[in-house]
């Protein structure tokens, strides 16, 4: 029986640090549980968001099997397996797939700009040999572009290459893709890597995502989902807003992804500090940085506003009641369990 199409939210999860710069797996293992239980579809290790070329082979490897050992089959996993070459990008296939993942996601090559040709080569001899499925990784401002012929010819060629994730945020892009790929493979997914377009991809066919806010707010990624998918397009387009504000403000303010760190952090989770060293300058850039994203997160009642308070923000899309007691409830709740 044919894998189900890939649907849904799927988060690029963060890695935290232990003070030595380790692999801190208990809050790692803590902020998986804390994703599932707010709604995301499933869960992406090992990309960009996950920092992947600041780790080894050896330890992308554990971090996904940390997260398939935590989940335990609640949601699917889409795990990063780009390596530097077809044979250690196929080794990692392997084990992931020894994991039980749903798929892999492999990005085109990068560092040597390659023809079309050669990236159509490049995921044919993955495509022809890989154990688990592949989805396609397409992102033109670190790696080889992948165009639509190149999508549409391995679609059609190799039955285990099943989905492409677009991270370039066009739009006209991803309908061609859509127009050239879903008439002889319907079950072939779409995905945007672009949360600043997260509604309209949705709207022109898009399957999902895997968006960087969604492991910051996969409560606010979730719910733009279902009201896009449900027609309430007044309200997706409120909150498609709201999280272009949030994105903005992590995705341009610091180095990626410190901004997005700096707001798990907001969260509740022990982040530790990053792999790429800082300067002074930038480290006092992103505690200015964090205020600003506390405000975007106490508008929606995710946390309390900064020392100081917030500026008053009247487009900003207020969480209902609710939603509100529901989080006041789950901090009480953690406070209690520190003793605190």
């Known amino acids: ?15 935290p640090y232990t003070s030595d710069g380790s692999i801190n797996e208990e809050e ?33 490897r554990r971090i ?26 196929l080794a990692a296939c392997e084990y992931y797939a020894s994991l039980g993942v749903r798929a892999v996601a492999i990005v085109a090559p990068f560092y040597y700009k390659l023809s079309p040709a050669s990236v159509y080569a490049y995921f044919k001899e993955i495509g022809d040999n890989t154990p688990v499925d592949v989805t396609l990784y397409n992102i033109p401002m670190f790696a080889s572009p992948i165009d639509v012929p190149t999508v549409q010819r391995l679609s059609e ?9 677009d991270s370039s945020g066009e739009i006209p892009h991803m309908i061609r893709m859509i127009q050239a790929v879903r008439p002889n493979r319907p079950d072939f997914a779409f995905l945007t890597g672009w949360d600043a377009a997260l509604m309209p991809m949705l709207l022109v066919g898009c399957d999902g995502g895997t968006n960087a806010s969604s492991g910051v707010v996969p409560e606010l ?27 903005d403000a992590m995705i341009y303010s610091a180095e990626f992804p410190e901004g997005f760190r ?59 009641t609710a939603e509100v007691s529901a989080i006041v409830q789950s901090v009480l709740a953690e406070l209690k369990r520190r003793g605190l």
């Open 28 to 60: 790692l293992r803590r902020y998986i549980d804390w994703l599932i239980e707010r709604g995301v579809h499933g869960l992406y290790p090992n990309g960009s968001t996950g920092e992947f070329t600041r780790f080894t082979p050896e330890e992308r």
């Open 64 to 89: 996904a099997a940390i997260i398939a050992d935590q989940t335990r089959g609640r949601v699917p996993i889409l795990a990063g397996a780009a390596e530097a070459n077809v044979k250690e990008t």
């Open 262 to 320: 700096a707001a798990v952090g907001l969260r509740g989770f022990n982040m530790g500090h990053g792999r790429q060293p800082m300067s002074s300058e930038q480290r006092t850039d992103l505690e200015t940085l964090s205020n600003e994203l506390q405000c975007h997160l106490a508008a929606h009642g995710f946390t309390d506003q900064p020392i100081g308070g917030c500026p008053v923000d009247p487009n900003a899309v207020i969480a209902d």
């Open 221 to 247: 990624t979730r719910k733009l989902y279902d009201t896009t998918l449900h027609g309430d397009l007044e309200a997706a387009r409120r909150l498609q807003y709201d999280l272009v504000r949030l994105f």
């Open 1 to 15: 029986m044919p894998n189900q199409r890939l649907q849904g939210i799927f988060t690029p999860n963060l890695v």
């Open 157 to 165: 060629e190799c039955e285990r290459i099943v989905a492409i994730k």
